[in-house]
């Protein structure tokens, strides 16, 4: 079975389930079916780990990318496309801002928990 003392997805797990929605919504918007495949991709993952893996990293990174419009300069993809269909006045950017914000604080929290037991299973040889 699992061993959950070693569960450093805790946080990330409880964020992304309690966010799952927006976050497909989100990724829908900002970069369409395959974006919205993605982010699915994420949430399963996340939904059955109990720790970081390089793969969930790059899907997070990815995420987070897309939510913070870091492909939207380039003209030929599906993100520049997606974004130039948004209002810039609708609420819903608004939302997408807040919701990368606090993926990023999710993130953040989740290195310093990686860090953490990667010391301590050092310290611990």
């Avoid at 899907?59 to 897309?66: I, K, P, T, V």
């Avoid at 520049?80 to 606090?102: H, K, M, T, W, Y």
Wanted: aromatic content about 4%; proline content about 2%; some cysteine.
């Amino acid at each position: 079975m699992f061993d959950l003392s070693n569960d450093t997805m805790f946080s990330m797990r409880a964020f992304m389930a309690s966010h799952s929605e927006a976050v497909q919504n989100a990724a829908f918007l900002l970069g369409g079916r395959p974006a919205l495949r993605n982010a699915k991709t994420l949430l399963d993952e996340i939904a059955s780990t109990l720790v970081m893996t390089r793969r969930l990293g790059h899907l997070l990174l990815d995420l987070h990318a897309l939510l913070t419009l870091q492909n939207v300069h380039h003209d030929d993809t599906i993100e520049a496309a997606c974004f130039a269909d948004l209002d810039p006045a609708s609420p819903i950017v608004e939302d997408i801002c807040a919701l990368s914000d606090e993926l990023e604080d999710e993130m953040q929290k989740l290195e310093e928990v990686e860090l953490s037991a990667a010391l301590s299973l050092r310290l611990a040889a």
